[in-house]
């Protein structure tokens, strides 16, 4: 994970020679290992780079990287497959020698196309006077431009600045490919143009009409003088992931159990499914793939291999490297889970369970009442048969669903593995809190997104991340700070799984042809619905932001399967959505969180009942609004 930066000037007027205060501190938090700027100038214009690192893997490279022949390199990435990383390199290094020597656009495209893992970069290329820049096809990391002065000057960075007040100075770089532009071209023709290399499915037809459709798209929310035009050479970046498989089946679908429909969900009704051997197999095929996306993740970093015993005795226990956003669902479970599998059994495992105060009456009886009544219910452990009660004197008023549902959760992951040390961090925010960091910092992170989701899932992803809560064990209580530089995330579950309402809407109203033109859907926009602002998020903590579903290898692979394979919305909520992903924790040993139904975090976590509850979650977010540079010096104070 690293903050990068790019500040372009075309006229002398604008040179400069550093980033402005606000986003400098900004890229810092990104990244604390290591700072460091460079400048380069042409008569005609002028490049600061500005690279801030956390350091995860090999030899600790500071950055900007700069060649003989005067290229630099800014890179905020992971490889984890495709290009050749040994264990002691550093990809950062490995992806820059292999960039310059490069000899042609083709070079270029045909390296970024190999590529596996998440990425963003900013590439000088200093005898031809261009600039390269661009995201990995999901969008895994945050880039996003800005420009200004009527072409005169423009911005890259992994995150922006509330430098006027003013909203939507800063937008997410589109995922459609790579972009180039040539720097010396804006002081001849007073514009700035970008061209555009575009991500190409090989067996998919009308290329070019889809690459057209992309320039229109891209263009639109841009100002009058900055344009996207194809390159003239017709050049592509290889997808990384097989086409969705639409294919509808010839005969109607058959349920393996007739009365499966009219019971509530139970793991002995998701066995049924496991004794047809196709199935089974896909099942272990699934597991096979995501498994070794969870090892990539989790192995990829530094560890502290030389302690002694006796020195882990005199310092306290291992410190967890690795921790998961973890409610107890579904997707949570399957990634620590796995997780376990891959972590040094010495070290801890960090699950990060976050938890809004809900208000004087608590919601929680409600819930368990609502609960009860719904057919598909499945048995929580209510608050009082909790052995561990929430930490704090108000542990009652953050007794939300997802913390409940996490400490069951917790107990299965005992089951697993007793010997595992399983840190089940509480993180309680109050009403004051939210509304203090919102202000000070997290407003800044989610623009340019601005809706009530945005708000939501921002904030609590922001906390959550952070580590900042109490350890909660049956001998103590303690005050905990998770020092875990990897979260696991569980993002692209839902998406590729039918695992939201919107899913089982589209089932009922177009059947399994309009369920795979949702999740096509779902897909295609996940770059600018969620992982620039969760890469922003958790970015500010120092920590770097992992999705292991979002593995090119777990996408194709999901993407292979027709889709009755993966969900099966004639069942039940808490079987048939993600009905692939509950009949590998089946085969993996969880029994309750199998069979637990989706419950989105703003809901889990009860941020949403915090404020105001008569929004709708596509409403524009008011408390979103930028602030003034009056609220640095506040921000700056803030311990994190």
């Known amino acids: 994970m690293c903050g990068i930066c790019c500040s372009v000037s075309f006229s002398v007027e604008h040179f400069s020679k550093d980033l402005k205060e606000d986003l400098l501190y900004n890229l810092n938090r990104r990244g604390p290992s290591s700072t460091k700027q ?16 956390l350091h995860l893997r090999g030899v600790l490279t500071a950055q900007p990287v700069e060649d003989e022949r005067g290229n630099v390199f800014l890179w905020n990435g992971e490889v984890f497959s495709g290009i050749k990383v040994e264990a002691e390199e550093n990809d950062t290094q490995v992806m820059f020698n292999y960039l310059s020597s490069c000899k042609t656009e083709s070079d270029i495209l045909s390296l970024f196309s190999e590529v596996q893992g998440p990425w963003s970069f900013i590439y000088y290329q200093a005898c031809s006077h ?17 420009f200004s002065n009527l072409g005169k000057s423009f911005c890259l960075s992994s995150v922006g600045a509330q430098t006027s007040g003013v909203a939507k100075q800063w937008q997410e770089v589109p995922a459609s490919g790579i972009f180039r532009i040539d720097l010396k071209s804006p002081s001849i023709s007073k514009c700035v143009v970008l061209k555009l290399y575009p991500w190409k499915c090989v067996s998919r037809e009308n290329v070019m009409k889809e690459c057209v459709n992309s320039l229109t798209q891209i263009s639109a929310d841009l100002p009058m003088f900055v344009s996207v035009v194809a390159n003239e050479a017709e050049l592509y970046l290889k997808e990384p992931v ?11 679908l058959e349920i393996h159990c007739r009365n499966i429909a009219s019971v509530p969900p139970a793991r002995e009704t998701l066995q049924v499914f496991l004794t047809d051997g196709h199935m089974k197999e896909v099942v272990q095929q699934f597991i096979d793939v995501l498994s070794i996306a969870v090892k990539r993740r989790v192995l990829c970093l530094p560890r502290d291999e030389n302690l002694t015993p006796s020195e882990v005795l005199k310092t306290g226990e291992r410190k967890a ?11 949570s479970m399957i990634i620590a889970t796995l997780a376990d599998h891959h972590v040094p059994l010495d070290e801890p495992i960090d ?34 048969s909790s052995k561990n009660a929430a930490a704090g004197d108000h542990g009652k008023q953050f007794s939300v669903p997802d913390r409940i549902t996490g400490r069951a959760g917790l107990k299965e992951l005992h089951a697993v593995n007793p010997s595992r040390i399983w840190n089940f961090v509480e993180i309680n925010v109050s009403l004051e809190e939210l509304q203090e960091f919102r202000r000070t910092r997290i407003c800044q992170l989610v623009q340019p997104l601005d809706t009530v989701l945005d708000d939501s899932i921002g904030c609590a992803v922001w906390f959550a991340s952070r580590g900042t809560g109490w350890l909660v064990t049956q001998d103590e209580v303690k005050s905990y700070q998770s020092s875990a530089k990897v979260v696991l995330t569980g993002i692209g579950a839902d998406e590729q799984l039918a695992g939201y309402s919107r899913h089982r809407v589209r089932f009922q109203t177009h059947g399994l042809e309009g369920l795979n033109k949702e999740i096509e859907m779902e897909l295609g926009r996940i770059s600018s619905r969620n992982l620039g602002r969760d890469d922003r998020v958790i970015g500010d ?7 292991p579903f979002l593995d090119e290898n777990v996408v194709s692979f999901l993407n292979s399967l027709p889709v009755w394979e ?3 919305l004639t069942l039940p909520r808490g079987i048939g959505e993600k009905l692939i992903l509950r009949l590998a924790a089946v085969e993996l040993g969880l029994t309750t969180s199998a069979v637990l139904p989706k419950r989105a975090m703003q809901f889990g976590s009860r941020i949403a009942k915090m404020e105001k509850n008569n ?9 979103l609004q930028v602030i003034s540079l009056e609220n640095l010096s506040i921000e700056k104070e803030i311990k994190t």
């Open 541 to 547: 903590h120092g920590k770097e932001a992992r999705f």
């Open 38 to 53: 460079l400048l380069k100038s042409d008569v005609s214009y002028q490049c600061l780079f500005s690279g801030h690192v």
């Open 321 to 331: 490297n690795v921790a998961v956003l973890f409610s107890g669902g579904i997707d």
């Open 242 to 252: 097989v086409p969705l498989n639409m294919t509808l089946p010839q005969a109607p």
């Open 566 to 568: 993966k969900a099966n």
């Open 130 to 146: 261009h600039l390269w820049f661009g995201r990995d096809f999901f969008g895994r990391r945050s880039l996003l431009w800005h």
């Open 351 to 384: 699950l990060l369970n976050v938890a809004f105060m809900t208000k004087e009456k608590t919601m929680l009886t409600g819930f368990n009442k609502k609960r009860k009544k719904q057919k598909n219910y499945c048995e929580l452990p209510s608050e009082e």
């Open 615 to 623: 929004e709708k979650a596509s409403d524009k977010c008011e408390r």
